[in-house]
């Protein structure tokens, strides 16, 4: 039997090419977790950058002068919404704690109440199947109520951690001062601490990734800020207008982090809630919601063409598995992040997804 030498050595070597982009994107993950304020400070540099630019050209001044001005800004509002937040999130989460079981409560009565009106009879389901169907749904709100308790106690001790919130928002700011201001000082500095070819290739992926998931990631935040505010908004004016809304901004920030979901929106909240709020008898409040959601699409409707220059390229089902996977890894957060791992996969090996991963390895063509 003859061996082919060159054959498998060219995909051994492909091979050991996809197994180091692997690890390096791993180990480079792991880095942005770890060193988060600094990266939270670059994607702040890449958002008001274009404002950075057009103050240079309207006034004259120096990028130095012009950077401050917009760092101040920026810092001022970023800080002041920060510490509404905190405040609120404080208040809202502590009072909702103390209320669950009396929610959770009143929802296995509610439904409690609808399995006893429901004529069962017609549909001859026996009394063994409707013991599981009130077992089940107890266990499944004793479930909700375990894991919004644990969520709620977490978030209040975030919100508690004072000193180590305030070192990581000091060093964001600070870092983000110094990128903003020095920034053609940092890129010479990494360009001469490298090698050429380094440079010339790193480049290359970090322009194109910067091209494609920086501008999706900051169109997507843009989008998604907006249905934050009109929703923080809309639940504020229900709430002052005497409407039964008593978590508006813990509301809109769970609106919010759902429309920052691929294929999912703040439709997947708010329609359940009207529904839910009308079967309790205030339609009210049901039909506001709708009204507020309607708003919402119709502003997105309008942003997302200048906002989303173009598709990222990703099919719906692999966006639905990253989601899948990366909710498996690390929970609820990972809803989010998978989709991003998977446009930064795609930029990565875009050559081998376009040649077809497998027939670039061991085609012999």
């Known amino acids: 039997m003859i061996i082919d030498v060159a054959y498998w050595t060219r ?5 050991i090419y996809v197994v180091l982009l692997l690890v390096g994107l791993y180990v480079a993950l ?6 988060m304020p600094f990266l939270i400070a670059f994607i ?8 950075i630019k057009y103050i240079m050209k309207k006034t004259k001044l120096t990028r130095r ?3 401050i001005i917009i760092f101040l800004l920026v810092s001022l509002i970023i800080l002041g919404s920060l510490t509404w937040i905190l405040i609120t999130l ?3 989460s502590s009072s909702l704690l103390q209320g669950l079981n009396d929610y959770f409560d009143k929802a296995y009565a509610q439904f409690q109440s609808f399995i006893n009106q429901f004529q069962f009879d017609k549909i001859h389901l026996s009394d063994e199947i409707l013991n599981v169907i009130q077992n089940s749904t107890g266990d499944l709100l004793q479930t909700a109520s ?3 308790r644990n969520a709620l106690t977490g978030l209040i001790n975030f919100v508690t951690s004072l000193p180590s919130i305030a070192i990581c928002i000091g060093i964001t700011v ?11 000082y940092i890129l010479d500095q990494i360009e001469h601490h490298l090698p050429k070819i380094w440079v010339k290739k790193i480049g290359v992926h970090f322009r194109e990734l910067v091209k494609t998931l920086g501008g999706y990631l900051k169109a997507e935040a843009s989008l998604v800020i907006v249905s934050f505010i009109i929703s923080l908004i809309g639940l504020y004016v229900l709430q002052f207008t005497g409407f039964a809304i008593q978590y508006p901004l813990l509301m809109a920030l769970f609106i919010g982090f759902v429309d920052a979901l691929p294929i999912l929106g703040s439709g997947t909240v708010m329609i359940p809630w009207a529904i839910i709020c009308a079967i309790n008898g205030d339609i009210n409040l049901g039909i506001a919601i709708i009204v507020l959601l309607i708003i919402m699409s119709v502003v997105r409707q309008l942003l997302e063409p200048k906002l989303v220059s173009k598709n990222i390229g990703v099919h719906p089902i692999f966006t639905l598995i990253a989601m899948y996977t990366g909710f498996k890894i690390i929970g609820i957060l990972g809803l989010l992040i ?3 791992v998977l446009i930064i996969f795609k930029n990565i090996f875009a050559s081998l997804i376009e040649q077809g991963v497998f027939k670039t390895i061991f085609d012999k063509n």
């Open 11 to 15: 995909v051994f070597k492909n091979i």
């Open 65 to 67: 002068s012009s950077s």
């Open 146 to 148: 375990n894991w919004l």
């Open 30 to 35: 792991k880095l942005s977790i770890f060193y």
């Open 90 to 92: 404080f208040s809202e």
């Open 338 to 340: 998978g989709p991003i």
């Open 174 to 184: 600070i870092a983000l001062y110094f990128i903003c201001v020095d920034k053609i």
């Open 44 to 51: 702040i540099s890449l958002i008001i950058e274009p404002a």
